[in-house]
C-alpha cells in the first residue's frame, strides 16, 4: 500500500522577528503569551512525527487584506512602528496604545480628524493592551497572510488538507480594528479569497480557539455566503468580554449564519464534543461548496496558561477525527494556544486526527 503524500504546512520565518513582546494585563506588564516558541515548537513536532512537509508561502500582495480591511487599518500595522522611530521613539520597547478612541469620546462629534502619524492613530484601532508591536511586526502579519492563502490556494488545487502555521494569530481582528495578538484575520481573508478567487458560494468557517473570534464575526455578520461557526469559554467570564454570546446569531443576510457554542469552565471532551456535534450539524446544513476553513486553537488544552477548559492532547486526535469524518477538503489555520511545552503534541494529535477521519469517512 502506498503512503499518502505528505500534508503540506505553510510557514515562514518572519513571525521570528515579532518577538521581544510585553502586554499589559490587569495593570501589569507581562512577557506576551503570543511568542515565536509556540510555532517553533509546532514545526520540531510536527517534522519529528513524519507525514508533513513544511512549505514556503507564496507572496499575495495587499490586495486579499484590502478585500477584507480597511485601507486605514491597513495603514497603520503598515507604518505605526516607522512613524514612532521618525517621531523620536528609541526603538527599544513595544508599541503599545495608552489612549483609545471609545464610542463614548466620539459621541455626537464624528468625524473627528486623528493625528497624522501612524503610532498616534494606534488607539482608534486597537481594542486592547495585549497588542505589542515591534519592527518586524507588519512582515509577519503580511507573511501570516501569505501563509493563509497558501494553504488555501493547495486545497483549491486539490490538496486534501493544507495547515498555515499563522503567527501572529488571527481571529480578533475587524474590518477597522485589531486586538487579541491579532493584526490581519487570516482565517477571513482566506474565507473571502476562497469566494472572490476560488470561484465559490458557500464557505463554512469554524472556529474552535479558546477565545471567539470576534473580528471574523463582526466580518462576516450580515453575510449570507459565509457561515460562522465558533466554540469558545464563555465570553460571560472570558476574553473578550463582549461578544461570542448564543444568542448572537448574524443579521440581514446572515441572519442565523453565526453560531456560538459557549463553554462552561472545565469542560472537558464530552462537554465538547457535544457542541462540535451541533456545530458541524451547523456546517452540515449550510451545504457549503468550498473547502472548510478551521481556525485551530490550543488554547482550550487544560494546561494553557490563559484558558480554563480541560482538553488533553488525546482529545484533539478525537475532535480532528470529527471534523475529517464530514469529509470536507480542509484549510486549518493556526490561531492561539499558550502552553508551549505541548502545543507541538496537541497539533500532532489534532492532524493526524482530521486524516484518519477523513480516510475512514
Given at each position: 500500500?502506498?503512503?499518502?503524500?505528505?500534508?503540506?504546512?505553510?510557514?515562514?520565518?518572519?513571525?521570528?522577528?515579532?518577538?521581544?513582546?510585553?502586554?499589559?494585563?490587569?495593570?501589569?506588564?507581562?512577557?506576551?503569551?503570543?511568542?515565536?516558541?509556540?510555532?517553533?515548537?509546532?514545526?520540531?513536532?510536527?517534522?519529528?512525527?513524519?507525514?508533513?512537509?513544511?512549505?514556503?508561502?507564496?507572496?499575495?500582495?495587499?490586495e486579499?487584506?484590502?478585500?477584507?480591511?480597511?485601507?486605514?487599518?491597513v495603514?497603520?500595522?503598515?507604518?505605526?512602528?516607522?512613524?514612532?522611530?521618525?517621531?523620536?521613539?528609541?526603538?527599544?520597547?513595544?508599541?503599545?496604545?495608552?489612549?483609545?478612541?471609545?464610542?463614548?469620546?466620539?459621541?455626537?462629534?464624528?468625524?473627528?480628524?486623528l493625528?497624522?502619524?501612524?503610532?498616534?492613530?494606534l488607539?482608534?484601532?486597537?481594542?486592547?493592551?495585549?497588542?505589542?508591536?515591534?519592527?518586524?511586526t507588519?512582515a509577519?502579519?503580511?507573511a501570516?497572510?501569505?501563509?493563509a492563502?497558501?494553504?488555501?490556494?493547495?486545497?483549491?488545487?486539490?490538496?486534501?488538507?493544507a495547515?498555515g502555521?499563522?503567527?501572529?494569530?488571527?481571529?480578533?481582528a475587524?474590518?477597522?480594528?485589531?486586538?487579541?495578538?491579532?493584526?490581519y484575520?487570516?482565517?477571513?481573508?482566506?474565507?473571502?479569497?476562497?469566494?472572490?478567487?476560488?470561484?465559490?458560494?458557500?464557505?463554512?468557517?469554524?472556529d474552535?480557539?479558546?477565545?471567539?473570534?470576534?473580528?471574523?464575526?463582526?466580518?462576516?455578520?450580515?453575510?449570507?455566503d459565509?457561515?460562522?461557526?465558533?466554540?469558545?469559554?464563555?465570553?460571560?467570564?472570558a476574553?473578550?468580554?463582549?461578544?461570542?454570546?448564543?444568542?448572537?446569531?448574524?443579521?440581514?443576510?446572515?441572519?442565523?449564519?453565526?453560531?456560538?457554542?459557549?463553554?462552561?469552565?472545565?469542560?472537558?471532551l464530552?462537554?465538547y464534543?457535544d457542541?462540535l456535534?451541533?456545530a458541524?450539524?451547523?456546517v452540515?446544513?449550510?451545504?457549503?461548496d468550498a473547502?472548510?476553513?478551521?481556525?485551530?486553537?490550543?488554547?482550550?488544552?487544560?494546561?494553557?496558561?490563559?484558558?480554563?477548559?480541560?482538553?488533553?492532547?488525546?482529545?484533539?486526535?478525537?475532535?480532528?477525527?470529527?471534523?475529517?469524518?464530514?469529509?470536507?477538503?480542509?484549510?486549518v489555520?493556526?490561531?492561539?494556544?499558550?502552553?508551549v511545552?505541548?502545543?507541538?503534541?496537541?497539533?500532532?494529535?489534532?492532524?493526524?486526527?482530521?486524516?484518519?477521519g477523513r480516510?475512514?469517512?
Amino acid at each position: 500500500m502506498s503512503q499518502p503524500p505528505p500534508v503540506a504546512v505553510y510557514r515562514s520565518n518572519a513571525h521570528l522577528a515579532h518577538a521581544g513582546l510585553v502586554e499589559l494585563l490587569a495593570g501589569r506588564q507581562i512577557p506576551c503569551y503570543e511568542s515565536p516558541e509556540r510555532a517553533v515548537a509546532i514545526e520540531r513536532a510536527l517534522l519529528g512525527a513524519g507525514g508533513y512537509e513544511l512549505r514556503e508561502p507564496q507572496a499575495f500582495g495587499l490586495e486579499p487584506i484590502l478585500a477584507v480591511h480597511d485601507r486605514t487599518l491597513v495603514d497603520v500595522v503598515e507604518h505605526a512602528w516607522t512613524d514612532a522611530l521618525a517621531a523620536g521613539a528609541d526603538g527599544s520597547h513595544p508599541l503599545i496604545p495608552d489612549t483609545f478612541k471609545l464610542a463614548a469620546y466620539s459621541g455626537p462629534m464624528e468625524p473627528l480628524a486623528l493625528p497624522s502619524a501612524a503610532h498616534l492613530r494606534l488607539g482608534a484601532f486597537c481594542f486592547d493592551t495585549a497588542t505589542p508591536m515591534v519592527a518586524g511586526t507588519a512582515a509577519a502579519a503580511r507573511a501570516a497572510v501569505d501563509v493563509a492563502l497558501s494553504a488555501a490556494h493547495a486545497v483549491v488545487d486539490g490538496a486534501a488538507l493544507a495547515y498555515g502555521l499563522c503567527r501572529p494569530p488571527g481571529h480578533h481582528a475587524a474590518r477597522a480594528m485589531l486586538g487579541g495578538y491579532c493584526f490581519y484575520n487570516n482565517a477571513a481573508i482566506a474565507a473571502e479569497w476562497l469566494r472572490r478567487d476560488g470561484g465559490f458560494a458557500r464557505v463554512a468557517m469554524l472556529d474552535i480557539d479558546y477565545h471567539h473570534g470576534n473580528g471574523t464575526q463582526q466580518l462576516f455578520w450580515e453575510r449570507g455566503d459565509v457561515l460562522y461557526c465558533s466554540l469558545h469559554a464563555d465570553p460571560a467570564r472570558a476574553y473578550p468580554y463582549f461578544s461570542g454570546f448564543a444568542s448572537e446569531r448574524g443579521a440581514g443576510a446572515g441572519e442565523g449564519l453565526t453560531r456560538n457554542f459557549p463553554l462552561p469552565a472545565d469542560t472537558s471532551l464530552d462537554g465538547y464534543a457535544d457542541a462540535l456535534s451541533e456545530a458541524l450539524d451547523a456546517v452540515a446544513a449550510f451545504d457549503p461548496d468550498a473547502p472548510l476553513v478551521v481556525s485551530l486553537g490550543f488554547d482550550t488544552f487544560e494546561r494553557d496558561p490563559i484558558g480554563d477548559l480541560a482538553l488533553r492532547t488525546a482529545d484533539y486526535a478525537e475532535i480532528g477525527r470529527a471534523i475529517g469524518g464530514m469529509g470536507p477538503r480542509t484549510v486549518v489555520l493556526q490561531e492561539g494556544g499558550y502552553a508551549v511545552d505541548a502545543i507541538g503534541a496537541n497539533a500532532v494529535a489534532f492532524l493526524g486526527g482530521l486524516r484518519e477521519g477523513r480516510e475512514a469517512g
